[in-house]
């Protein structure tokens, strides 16, 4: 370990109807682990399959959803995750939607942040919470241990939905901006990788090969071709019961909905230009020039 490297320092907790990071301060690691982390709805799912597919070398059937929990979700209990993790003999990859300072950070560990513009987060996220059934609200909400308000249901059309998530930073989820902000922060750091949605979609065969020079794993010539037909939306919709959590259970319509359009720009037909303009403005305040332009397209540098 570097020791002339500032490593991030976990500064406080993070509690709601989804999250409990106390999870990682009893954690287990391996020095071998990998972190995806994202807001949500960022390419989450996608991540977890394209790290899937590097490790297991292309192969079939490989489920996902049971391989990469959710860490700091507060459902199942974390013996049970834990359990579940210190049984697996492969290369372990685990999910978090935490920002950096709520997470239990390791320099032997890698790490890939996930992102995608704001508002393509939000219809991806409306639509996740428009199909969430009874099931899921039970698991939110009525498991023990619950701190904060519980979730409710969808109330508003998608574009006041979207308005009242960016003035409320993220509501009724949790807050976008400092968790954007925070994985920027430590872009520099080397065992940290930033990915962005737009960019796996313009360039896949590109960003897998970079995804897997990151993790130090050596993909033989032959097992690209599966890798990158089974990282493809079709190939994921098609499989969507590996990949979807509880094999699609929780949600309306079961896993096909959960991996819904993987598509941008949906919101450009509906929000007016005063929409836009707020929500532009809103991310230049909160992240700055450079961060602001990288999330809303992909790009590392300043132009706006």
Same mark, same amino acid.
């Given at each position: 370990?570097?020791?002339?490297?500032?490593?991030?320092?976990?500064? @406080? !907790?993070?509690?709601?109807?989804?999250?409990?990071?106390?999870?990682?301060?009893?954690?287990?690691?391996?020095?071998?682990?990998?972190?995806?982390?994202?807001?949500?709805?960022?390419?989450? +799912?996608?991540?977890?399959?394209?790290?899937?597919?590097?490790?297991?070398?292309?192969? !079939?059937?490989?489920?996902?959803?049971?391989?990469? =929990?959710?860490?700091?979700?507060?459902?199942?209990?974390?013996?049970?995750?834990?359990?579940?993790?210190?049984?697996? +003999?492969?290369? @372990?990859?685990?999910?978090?939607?935490?920002?950096?300072?709520?997470?239990?950070?390791?320099? !032997?560990?890698?790490?890939?942040?996930? $992102?995608?513009? /704001?508002?393509?987060?939000?219809?991806?996220?409306?639509?996740?919470?428009?199909?969430?059934?009874? #099931?899921?609200?039970?698991?939110?909400?009525? +498991?023990?241990?619950?701190?904060? &308000?519980?979730?409710?249901?969808?109330?508003?059309?998608?574009?006041?939905?979207?308005?009242?998530?960016?003035?409320?930073?993220?509501? =009724?989820?949790?807050?976008?901006?400092?968790?954007?902000?925070?994985?920027?922060?430590? @872009?520099?750091? =080397?065992?940290?990788?930033?990915?962005?949605?737009?960019?796996?979609?313009?360039?896949?065969? /590109? &960003?897998?090969?970079?995804?897997? @020079?990151?993790?130090?794993?050596?993909?033989? $010539?032959?097992?690209? =071709?599966?890798?990158?037909?089974?990282?493809?939306?079709?190939?994921?919709?098609?499989?969507?019961?590996?990949?979807?959590?509880?094999? /699609?259970?929780?949600? &309306?319509?079961?896993?096909?909905?959960?991996?819904? #359009? *993987?598509?941008? *720009?949906?919101?450009?037909?509906?929000?007016?230009? &005063?929409?836009?303009?707020?929500?532009?403005?809103?991310?230049? $305040?909160?992240?700055?020039?450079?961060?602001?332009?990288?999330? $809303?397209? *992909?790009?590392?540098?300043?132009?706006?």
């Amino acid at each position: 370990m570097d020791t002339q490297i500032g490593w991030p320092r976990k500064t @406080r !907790e993070m509690h709601n109807h989804h999250f409990d990071s106390t999870v990682w301060n009893d954690f287990a690691f391996r020095d071998d682990d990998i972190v995806i982390a994202t807001y949500g709805k960022s390419g989450t +799912t996608w991540m977890q399959q394209i790290v899937g597919q590097l490790i297991f070398r292309g192969a !079939e059937n490989i489920a996902v959803s049971q391989l990469s =929990p959710w860490l700091d979700l507060r459902v199942p209990p974390k013996e049970v995750k834990f359990a579940g993790l210190e049984a697996q +003999t492969h290369r @372990r990859f685990i999910k978090t939607h935490l920002p950096v300072e709520a997470l239990v950070f390791r320099p !032997e560990l890698k790490y890939i942040y996930v $992102a995608r513009d /704001g508002r393509d987060v939000l219809w991806s996220l409306y639509n996740h919470h428009l199909k969430a059934n009874d #099931q899921w609200y039970a698991v939110m909400n009525d +498991t023990p241990g619950l701190v904060g &308000e519980p979730i409710g249901r969808v109330d508003l059309d998608v574009v006041p939905y979207f308005r009242r998530w960016l003035e409320r930073d993220g509501y =009724p989820f949790w807050p976008i901006w400092e968790n954007v902000r925070s994985w920027w922060a430590v @872009r520099d750091l =080397p065992n940290v990788l930033l990915v962005h949605f737009a960019n796996l979609k313009a360039d896949l065969s /590109g &960003e897998l090969r970079r995804i897997a @020079r990151f993790l130090d794993i050596d993909v033989p $010539a032959a097992d690209w =071709p599966k890798i990158e037909e089974h990282c493809t939306f079709a190939y994921m919709k098609a499989h969507a019961r590996q990949t979807a959590p509880l094999g /699609g259970a929780i949600f &309306e319509g079961g896993a096909e909905s959960f991996i819904n #359009q *993987g598509t941008n *720009g949906r919101w450009r037909d509906l929000l007016t230009r &005063e929409d836009i303009a707020a929500y532009e403005s809103r991310a230049l $305040a909160e992240l700055g020039p450079e961060c602001a332009h990288w999330l $809303a397209t *992909g790009k590392m540098d300043a132009t706006v």
